[in-house]
Structures are given as structure tokens and as C-alpha cells.
T-cell receptor, first 111, second 112 residues
């Protein structure tokens, strides 16, 4: 089993739709979590951190469920410019510090 | 100017050649990382460095070596390039463990 798993998609949604991605992680000792966005052939860029209490940034909401070991990203009112790959990132300290990137979920938002 | 820069941005080389990819950062971070990305796969950590005197192997270090010349510079070498090292290579920095990482623009390497 991979340490961090994401549905690769692609998710094809119309503009204005709400879409949600989940990411599961296997190490219960994981300590910090992020969502990154990656455009085609570009570098990953931080979208938002994920806090235990959940957090929101405009149209984006991230949540953490430690009991079930997953994080989620909700995008409301999708824009064409949201089309990208979304990477889930998990940090843990077991056996030394380790950052693990998920393989990403592709999103296409269509007019 | 970009906080994390990589050179070259694109490189085509032949099997058996030695090649060096360079990374520089102006963020003042101690931690630097090298990743490779293959289509459909997540980022795989090659090497990381917590400071100038600390170098650590990542999950796929075989065939690669690194040098941390200064806090701001971290280079990756392929001693004898092979075709399955064709990939997109990213350098990244962070302020510490558990903090977000900042990525350079990437180097697209093709080994023929």
C-alpha cells in the first residue's frame, strides 16, 4: 500500500461546480499536511496547509480526519483557471523526518 | 527574481555522460531537496540536506550524487546518465521539518 494515495482522476467538471478530492495516508504518526497545485510542466506550488480544525481560503476548504487518516480538499464555484493537478503532501517524523507527495489528482474545469 | 532557481532548464544528453544540475535559493532556508517526477507518479525524493554539513539519501539516490556548496546552493550530479533517468527534476527548499516546501521551476532532462 502506498503511504499517500490519491484518486488520479481526471475529474471533469463544468464551471461553477463543486468538486472534492480525498487523500489517504497510512502513517498514523503523520504530523503536517498540505495541498499543492501543479500546472502542466510547472513546479508544485503551495495551495494551502491543512489544520486539524479545518481551514478555508476563499473557494477552497481543506479538512483533516485523523481517525480515518485522510485529508480532503473542496473547491466551490470552480473556475477554468482551477484546472490543474492537486497534490496531497504528508509529513511525518517516524524513522526520521519524511515528506511524502501523493501522485496527484487531475482536475479539468470546462466552460 | 525567483526565490529558487535551477539551471539548466532543459538538457538533452547521451547515455554515459556526466551531468550536473544546479539549484540556488535566496529564501535563506537551511533545508534543500532534490526530487524527480515521472509522468503519472508522485515526486520522488533523491537527496536532501538540512544544512551545509548534512546530506541524506532519499528514496531513489542510486545513480545520483549531490553537493551542498553553500547554504544557498545545492547541486545534483548524474555520474553516468542512463535513459531511465529521463525525467523532470525539481529542487526545493524549506525553513524546517514539517514546513511547506518552495520549488524551483524544474529541469527537464532527456537521456538518449
Amino acid at each position: 500500500r502506498k503511504e499517500v494515495e490519491q484518486d488520479p482522476g481526471p475529474f471533469n467538471v463544468p464551471e461553477g461546480a463543486t468538486v472534492a478530492f480525498n487523500c489517504t495516508y497510512s502513517n498514523s504518526a503523520s504530523q503536517s499536511f498540505f495541498w499543492y497545485r501543479q500546472d502542466c510542466r510547472k513546479e508544485p506550488k503551495l495551495l494551502m496547509s491543512v489544520y486539524s480544525s479545518g481551514n478555508e481560503d476563499g473557494r477552497f476548504t481543506a479538512q483533516l480526519n485523523r481517525a480515518s487518516q485522510y485529508i480532503s480538499l473542496l473547491i466551490r464555484d470552480s473556475k477554468l483557471s482551477d484546472s490543474a493537478t492537486y497534490l496531497c503532501v504528508v509529513n511525518n517524523r517516524a524513522g526520521g523526518f519524511k515528506t511524502i507527495f501523493g501522485a496527484g489528482t487531475r482536475l479539468f474545469v470546462k466552460a | 527574481d525567483a526565490d529558487v532557481t535551477q539551471t539548466p532548464r532543459n538538457r538533452i544528453t547521451k547515455t554515459g555522460k556526466r551531468i550536473m544540475l544546479e539549484c540556488s535559493q535566496t529564501k535563506g532556508h537551511d533545508r534543500m531537496y532534490w526530487y524527480r517526477q515521472d509522468p503519472g507518479l508522485g515526486l520522488q525524493l533523491i537527496y536532501y540536506s538540512f544544512d551545509v554539513k548534512d546530506i541524506n539519501k532519499g528514496e531513489i539516490s542510486d545513480g545520483y550524487s549531490v553537493s551542498r556548496q553553500a547554504q544557498a546552493k545545492f547541486s545534483l550530479s548524474l555520474e553516468s546518465a542512463i535513459p531511465n533517468q529521463t525525467a523532470l527534476y525539481f529542487c526545493a527548499t524549506s525553513a524546517g521539518g514539517g514546513y511547506e516546501q518552495y520549488f524551483g521551476p524544474g529541469t527537464r532532462l532527456t537521456v538518449t
